[in-house]
């Protein structure tokens, strides 16, 4: 049946076909059992795609455990995320989207949602939830947008857009530097296991961003054996139609690096399975199952060309294949038992749906964009107006409705009869493609994507309620010869600091009037020993010569099934440079060397502030 629907953000008028007409029973009101509010595990994966799962199709590996949060819960057929890392979590956090939260890019300060946006995790913080984050956060490093300053009361893991090693790394824990404990996925959902133990008798926050299967492309050797002489029976068709828009793919040039590259992310979806059921036992031991809602999903389409269901678009792209991504809801009892939904969602979504499930009112500092999904969770014919769902990336914009995609270059696709994208079908529905391109337009002005060129924030130094700041390479500017490990910065370091005139900076605002002790993460050759380095802000300097030798080889290379295009990395040590007294307000910190002693000063991985009680 066709009938005409209307685009409750734009007033515009589409055709869609296949809505139901009449509610056929009434939305569920109350949700929250009893008087304990429901606990909530919120599982992401990095750069899975939406094939890279056995319930998907994809008969090359096995994912039994992600599989049963569909299988005895709900699965979503047409759900989307953005095309890239930090804009997926600007929105599942905040509801919002990414544009409008701050976010444009993957690193060096584009990532951070600005500090006034509302996340899930304050809300639930606020309505009396224990929470927690374990994993890739990438969503600002430094307080207040850090995650210990956006609603999580314990934080474990790293706040960069990637890591260089997931055996052991250097990690940090509410700001404190530390060591891993091996295979990164493994170390999280330990953490995770020990929070949902420790506060089993109150209402948890568990959320699980995990690295994998993020390059670098490094796997435990029990799962990459599964792969290493297996035949792929599933196949990328799309490879010959471009490469990732500035997605920092690997593997993508000939067929036999493709090849292990998929083999490799499969390996690691399938350790990420093996941990999501080591999360559901620990649920069901504590006999929390039906206490707990349970979500699972990805940040992006597959970082690489693999199957994934013949659709156009990968990891960076804004088509189908680049946006798509399982969403998987259990909760025991309350939510039905393997119904499949195929009305279009989003991550803006998870934010109003999980609070309205949790009983727990949205209060938020600004509008959201999300729906509430509950009546298409709990009703069979729910009264739901068809919209727009908005991807952006790289100034390229793509709009999905239930029936019709939009594509970066203004054609126009029958998605229901042509998910692959490949017939154009802008001649047939002019009105159509009319009505979205003029969405389009007034989305992006309405948004107003930041950029390099436009963002003014500095890098924010000394907030009042936190002990540490980290000032990563990552967020440095190098002058002179000082060069950075990678044009990828997330996991970069500087090298190549030769001379007096070289120098690092970093754009700060210092947030309240503090002294601070400094520790500088180095490395050095004992014949370049000597040097002394002095760090600057205005007035205020410290300075101290490097007397102990650091000069570690670089690691990761042994690990990697797959060459990496990011840095490798290496182990730097601490040094502590002294105390920094700092006034509140702008300015340039600046690392120099006053006098070089050898060839080369030191190679510099990060500084990290801790503020003198």
């Not at 296949?18 to 509010?37: F, H, I, L, M, S």
């Not at 976010?103 to 224990?130: C, F, H, M, P, Q």
């Not at 693999?306 to 990968?314: K, P």
């Not at 969405?439 to 948004?447: F, H």
């Amino acid at each position: 049946m066709n009938k005409t629907l209307k685009i409750a953000l734009f007033s515009l008028v589409i055709l869609c076909s296949g809505c139901k007409e009449e509610q056929a029973t009434p939305p569920k009101t109350e949700v929250v059992r009893g008087d304990k509010k429901p606990n909530i595990v919120l599982i992401l994966a990095d750069d899975q795609g939406w094939g890279d799962l056995r319930s998907s199709g994809n008969l090359d590996l096995e994912t039994p455990n992600i599989d049963g949060i569909a299988k005895y819960g709900v699965s979503f057929d047409n759900f989307y995320v953005q095309p890239v890392c930090s804009p997926t979590r600007a929105e599942l956090l905040t509801g919002r989207y990414f544009p409008r939260t701050g976010v444009y890019s993957t690193s060096a300060g584009g990532e951070r949602i600005n500090y006034d946006e509302t996340t899930l995790a304050e809300i639930l913080k606020k309505a009396g939830y224990t929470t927690a984050a374990y994993g890739k956060w990438h969503s600002g490093t430094q307080p207040p947008y850090h995650p210990n300053s956006k609603g999580f009361d314990d934080y474990y893991g790293f706040a960069s857009g990637h890591w260089g090693n997931y055996f052991s790394p250097m990690l940090e824990h509410n700001g404190e530097v530390v060591e891993g404990n091996g295979f990164l996925v493994d170390d999280l959902t330990d953490h995770g296991l020990s929070f949902i133990e420790k506060n089993q008798e109150s209402p948890f926050f568990l959320y699980l961003p995990f690295n994998t299967p993020h390059s670098p492309m490094q796997v435990p050797d029990e799962y990459w054996e599964r792969f290493t002489d297996k035949e792929l029976r599933m196949r990328s068709h799309r490879a010959s139609e471009g490469a990732a828009e500035g997605a920092g793919i690997s593997g993508g040039g000939g067929n036999d690096e493709t090849i292990k590259l998929t083999k490799a992310a499969l390996a690691m979806v399938e350790n990420i399975d093996f941990n999501v059921g080591r999360v559901m036992a620990k649920l069901r031991k504590l006999y929390l199952e039906d206490d707990t809602i349970v979500i699972y999903l990805t940040d992006n389409g597959p970082n690489g060309y693999r199957w994934n269901g013949s659709m156009r678009g990968i990891k960076g792209h804004t088509d189908e294949g680049g946006v798509r991504s399982p969403l998987y809801m259990q909760w025991k009892d309350s939510l039905p038992e393997g119904k499949k939904i195929v009305q279009t969602a989003t991550a803006l979504d998870l934010l109003p749906t999980l609070t309205k499930l949790a009983g727990v009112a949205a209060v938020t500092e600004n509008a959201i964009d999300g729906e509430d999904l509950t009546p298409l969770l709990y009703n069979e014919n729910p009264d739901w107006e068809d919209r727009i769902i908005y991807n952006y990336w790289n100034g390229k914009t793509s709009l999905r409705t239930q029936n019709y995609r939009l594509d970066a270059e203004n054609r126009l696709y029958d998605m229901q009869n042509d998910r692959e994208q490949r017939f154009d079908v802008s001649a047939k529905h002019p009105q159509v493609k009319d009505s979205l391109v003029n969405a389009k337009d007034q989305w992006l002005s309405e948004v107003s994507p930041l950029s390099a060129d436009t963002d003014k924030r500095p890098l924010t130094l000394g907030h009042p309620s936190y002990l540490y700041t980290w000032l990563p390479a990552r967020d440095g500017i190098p002058h002179g010869n000082i060069e950075r490990s990678n044009r990828y910065p997330n996991d970069s370091f500087f090298e190549n600091w030769t001379s007096a005139k070289d120098s690092i900076t970093w754009d700060v605002e210092i947030l309240a009037d503090g002294h601070f002790d400094v520790e500088l993460y180095y490395t050095v050759s004992e014949e370049n020993l000597g040097s002394i380095v002095e760090l600057s802000l205005g007035k205020s300097k410290i300075a101290k010569k490097i007397t102990e030798k650091n000069n570690p080889p670089l690691k990761g290379m042994d690990r990697d099934r797959v060459p990496r295009i990011e840095s490798y990395v290496k182990d730097f040590k601490p040094m502590d440079l002294g105390t920094m007294v700092l006034k509140k307000g702008k300015g340039i910190l600046t690392l120099k060397s006053l006098e070089v002693a050898g060839k080369e000063v030191a190679d510099v991985r990060l500084l990290v502030f801790r503020k003198v009680e």
